[in-house]
């Protein structure tokens, strides 16, 4: 029997080196942007990563990189209150969202930030994938869901990528997988690959490399 989401394979030769060259060169902070009207021109793709705070957002996408400082990673959840883009030499934009679920900030602060959230996710045109950022530890829950709906409403292709993996052991990350392929098994916008990684130890890095280099 197949199974349901498998883990994405790693890459072989040819798709490791496309990826490895994307994010060789000259990867940069573009702007941070607090409203619809301030986002760049739809002049090329992007993808964008969501999450909940303080899933390790930032550390994933600095991995991603190479540079250690290029997305601000906090121990205080709800920092990253903008549209964050960074650009590739010749690829795709990264697009880096602003966390959900519980900030450190005022209820008003926090609804103006998951309001623009939600209207990027549903009305970015060149958005060609969103990874949907989930921690091994706990797996996905209500309020990642109700992302994941936005974005099958949006017919918004997301993939989910585990994040912090070396942080539990392999029977809890089995017990985690088998939750997320049975609450990914009832979006159908979702991709039908899960990507496993650790920042901190380079887990998954090269694959989510990968899988961004071939996006066309």
């Given at each position: 029997m197949t199974l349901s989401f498998p883990l994405a394979p790693e890459p072989d030769d040819f798709a490791r080196?496309?990826?490895?060259l994307l994010f060789a060169g000259d990867v940069g902070f573009l702007k941070?942007?607090?409203?619809?009207?301030?986002?760049?021109?739809?002049?090329?793709?992007?993808?964008?990563?969501?999450?909940?705070?303080?899933?390790?957002?930032?550390?994933?996408?600095n991995a991603l990189t190479g540079r250690r400082n290029l997305a601000r990673a906090s121990n205080t959840p709800g920092r990253t209150q903008e549209i964050n883009y960074f650009t590739t030499p010749g690829g795709p934009y990264?697009?880096?969202?602003?966390?959900?679920?519980?900030?450190?900030?005022?209820?008003q602060v926090v609804k103006?930030?998951?309001?623009?959230?939600?209207?990027?996710?549903?009305?970015r045109q060149t958005l060609r994938r969103a990874f949907v950022l989930i921690d091994t530890r706990h797996g996905i829950k209500a309020v990642d869901e109700e992302i994941l709906t936005l974005l099958d409403k949006s017919a918004v292709t997301f993939q989910v990528v585990m994040t912090k993996a070396d942080k539990v052991s392999l029977k809890?990350?089995?017990?985690?997988?088998?939750?997320?392929?049975?609450?990914?098994?009832?979006?159908?916008?979702?991709?039908?690959?899960?990507?496993?990684t650790s920042s901190e130890k380079g887990d998954g890095i090269e694959t989510l490399r990968a899988l961004i280099a071939a996006l066309e």
């Open positions: 080196e496309r990826g490895r941070g942007v607090v409203a619809m009207d301030g986002l760049p021109p739809a002049d090329r793709l992007e993808v964008c990563f969501a999450g909940r705070s303080n899933v390790g957002k930032s550390s994933l996408i990264l697009v880096d969202l602003p966390g959900y679920g519980f900030a450190e900030a005022p209820l103006k930030w998951q309001a623009l959230l939600k209207q990027y996710l549903s009305g809890d990350r089995d017990k985690i997988l088998a939750q997320v392929r049975a609450a990914l098994a009832k979006h159908p916008a979702a991709y039908p690959e899960i990507v496993l």
